[in-house]
C-alpha cells in the first residue's frame, strides 16, 4: 500500500514536472521567436546602413574616376604625362593606392606591344613603373578582357596584394578608357585597400555578440573586423556557413543574416551572430525557471505528500466510522430485538432513537394475570446510553419474574445500576404492575416524567418522583397505587416527546401532548396504537425539519379486563375447611362451565396449597384464616391464596420423585408436585405480611 | 365420603364412596385400618365410586402398599375412573399399583 501511494505520488511529480517544464519550453521558444525577429529587423537596419556606407565609399572611388577622366584622357595625346594623370587621380582618394592603365596592345607604338603605366603610392611619394610585358601579360586578366569586351566598368573581387612589406586586401575598380577620338584606348583600374572595411562596418557596432562581415556576390570575404573583435576561425566558419546559403539558423553557435548591396558590385553585407550571447538572457531567465520549477515541484511534491497522508488518515477514519456504524446498526437491531413487537390490541409502544441506538425503553409482559410494564430514559444518547439501558432492560426482566412489586422492583434495579457506575450515568425510569383482574395498578417512580391517566380526558397523574436510578443504592423507592377502571388508559413517554423542539426552539410541551390524546379520546374507537402514532405523527410536524435531538419512546395501556368473574373465600386454618373449599371451587368452575376433569385439577392443585397453609403457615393452636381470590376472564383462570402466616414460598420446595418405587416412596411432598403439574403457573411473593401465591390455568 | 370392607378368604374388599378430600383423609384412615393388617390376603380396592382424590388420599394408599408388600400380599385398584387416574398418573402411582 505505502509503495503504490508513493509510486503514484512520484507519477503526479512526474506528470507536473513535465506539465511545467513544456510550458517553460513553449515559453523559452516564443520569447526566442520574438528576439529573433527583433534580431531581423535590428541587423536589416544595421546591415542596411552599413551597405550604404560601403556603396558610399565605392561611390567616392567611382566619382574619383569620373572626375579625372577628361585629364586622364587628355594626358594621352602626351604618353609621357599619363603618370602623372594617374598620380592626379590616386591623390584624389585616400583609399586608393594604386592605379594604372591597362593599354589595349600597339596602342602606342612607340611603347610596344605591351603598356601598363602604373603609380603606386609609398610613403609621402609614388612610384612611377610601366609593368606590362610578356611576362605580364594583362591583356589575359580577366578584369581587363571583361572590361574591354563589355565596355562597362567593373568592380573586381577582392585579392591579396604583396606590396612587399605587407600583404593586404585590394579591389579594383576598372573603367573603359577611351580617347578622345572615339577609340577604345584600354582599361583604367584603381586599386582600393578594403582591409580597413571590416572595422569600420564593425566600429558601431557596439555590441560584442555580433559583427558585420563584407563578403562579394559569390561569398568570397571582402572585409572582416580585426582579430579583436572576431577570431579568424569565426569568420571562416561564417563565411563556410554562408558558402553553404545556411544564414538564419539560430540552432548553431552562429546565426548570420545577410543582405545584397543593390548596386555595383552586389556584395553581401552579413551580420553574424554568437547565439551564445545573443539569448544570454533568456538562457539565464530559462535556468532561473528551472530552479524556481524545481523549487516549485519540490513544495508540490511536499504538499502531495501531506495530501495523501491525510487522504490516507481520512480515508482509515471512514472505513474506521462505516465498522463502527455497522456495529451500530448491529446494536439497534440487538436493542430492536429486546423490545416488545407484537402488541395484544389494549397495548402500543414504539421507540424512535435519535442516533442509531438510543438510550430509551419500553417494555411490557404479562405474568400471573398481572402486566408489568416499564418506560425509561438514560441520561445522554448513543452506545453507552444503549449498553447502561440494555442492562437495565434486563435486571427488569430478571427481578419482575420472580418479584411483584414495583417498588422493590425498582430498588433492585437500582442497586444494581449504582454498583459500578463510575460515569455517573442515571436512568430514570418508571415500572408498573397492573392487575388485569382488579385493575389495580401499583407503580413506582423513579425520577420519570408523570404519565398521562387517559378517561374522559388526558390528565396528568400526581405522583411520586423519588429520584433517578443510579444515585444511591439504599434510595428507599416508595410505591403508589391506584385502581383503573376497565376502558381508562395510562399513556407513558419519555422527555423526548415533550421536549421534541422545533425552529423557534420551542418545546412540543405536555400541553400539546394532552390536547392531542384529548382530540383521540373524543374518538369513541381510537385504539392505543393509532392514539400514539397520532401523537407521533404530531411531534414530527410540530419538529419540522428539525433533526431528533433525543429518543422518543411512548407507551399506552389501555386496561380492558374483558368479561370478568370474581369470587372469593375465606377459610380458617382447620382441615374441615377443605371440604368449603371444594364447595368453592366447583361452583365457581361450574359458573364458568368448565370440563369436570379440569375442574377436578384444579380443585386438587387448590386442595393442596389450603391445606399447606392450613397444617403449616400458623403456629399450632393459633387461629388463622387463609383468604383465595378467584378471577377470571373466561380466558383463564387465576386463584390467589393470601394469608398472614409466617412466610413460605411453595416455588423454593422440591417436587418429590414420582419415579421411585413404592417402598422407597416418602409418604409426604406429592403435593407441591401435584399443584405444579396440574396448573399452568404459579408465583409467589410476600407483601404487607402476607404471603401470596397465585395459581393460573388457562381455560380455553 | 363413605368406606365399606368386605372381608372374604382370599382377599380384603374395600369400598370407597365419594370424595377422598384432606377433610376425608383422617376418616378414611381409620376406616381402612383392617387392611393395614392383611394377613397375607390380597387387598382389592374397589375405586368405582370414588370421584376424587387428593394426596392426603393417596398417602394412605401409598400406606396399604407398603405394609402389603412387606407380607407379600398384592393391592388391586379396581375400576379407577379418569380423573382419579389422572392424578395416580402425574404421582407416578400407575407403575406401583396393579389395576383391575
Known sequence: MFKKSWLSRVGIMVIAALMVEAISVVQYQ?????????????SRIAMGASADRIGHVLELTEATMNENM????????RPDSIFRAIQY????????????IAFVPNYYHSKGYYFEPTVFKSGDGYIYKQLGSISHDYTSNPAYRRVIDSGEAYWSDPYIYNTGEEHISLITYTCPLVDNDGILAGAIG??????????????????????????TGDGKLVAAPSASRASQADVDEAVRLIGQGMDISADKRLAIRSITMKREPHWQVAQVYYTDEIFAPIRKMRRQHMVLIALGLAILFFMIDRFARSERKLREA??????ISGELSVARDIQQEMLPKVFPPNIYGTIVPAREVGGDIFDFYVRDGKLFFCVGDVTGKGVPAAMLMSVVHSLFRTFSSRIDSPSFIVREINSQVCRGNDSYMFVTCLVGCLDLYTGKLEYCNAGHDKPFLL?????????????????????????????????TSIFLYTDGLTEARNAYKQFFGRDRVKSVLDACLAKPDATPEMMVNSLLDAAKVFMDKVPQSDDL?????????????????????ETEEVERLGEFIKDYCNT?????????????????????VINYAYPEQEKGYVTIYADSNREEVRFTIVDSGVPFNPKSVLSADTTLDALNRPIGGLGVHLTRKLMDSISYCRKDGKNVLSLTKTIV | MKTTIQETDDKIVAILSGELDTAAAQETEQALQPLLDSKGKDVVIDCTELEYIASSGLRILLAILKQAKSVGSRVILKNVNDVIRDVLELTGFVSIFEFE
Not at chain 1, 577628361?70 to 595625346?77: A, H, P, Q, T
Not at chain 1, 587621380?89 to 594604372?100: A, K
Open chain 1, 70 to 77: 577628361l585629364d586622364v584622357r587628355r594626358s594621352l595625346l
Open chain 1, 190 to 215: 584603381l586599386d582600393m585597400e578594403v582591409s580597413w572595411l571590416g572595422d569600420t562596418l564593425n566600429n558601431r557596432q557596439k555590441n560584442t555578440a555580433s559583427f558585420l562581415l563584407l563578403l
Open chain 1, 455 to 487: 378517561t374522559s380526558s388526558a390528565d396528568i397523574m400526581p405522583l411520586r418522583s423519588n429520584l433517578p436510578m443510579g444515585c444511591f443504592p439504599d434510595f428507599e423507592y416508595e410505591e403508589e397505587s391506584c385502581v383503573l377502571e376497565p376502558g
Open chain 1, 318 to 323: 471512514t472505513a474506521e466510522q462505516a465498522r
Open chain 1, 553 to 573: 419512546t411512548m407507551l399506552l395501556i389501555k386496561y380492558q379486563p374483558g368479561e370478568l368473574v370474581r369470587d372469593q373465600i375465606t377459610l380458617a386454618n
Open chain 1, 592 to 612: 364458568l362451565g368448565l370440563d369436570k376433569k379440569i375442574v377436578s385439577g384444579i380443585r386438587l392443585a387448590l386442595e393442596e396449597s389450603v391445606v399447606n
Open chain 1, 30 to 42: 516564443s520569447l526566442k521567436g520574438i528576439m529573433e525577429q527583433d534580431m531581423n529587423i535590428r
Open chain 1, 89 to 100: 587621380t590616386i591623390d584624389d582618394n585616400p583609399h586608393i593606392i594604386n592605379g594604372c
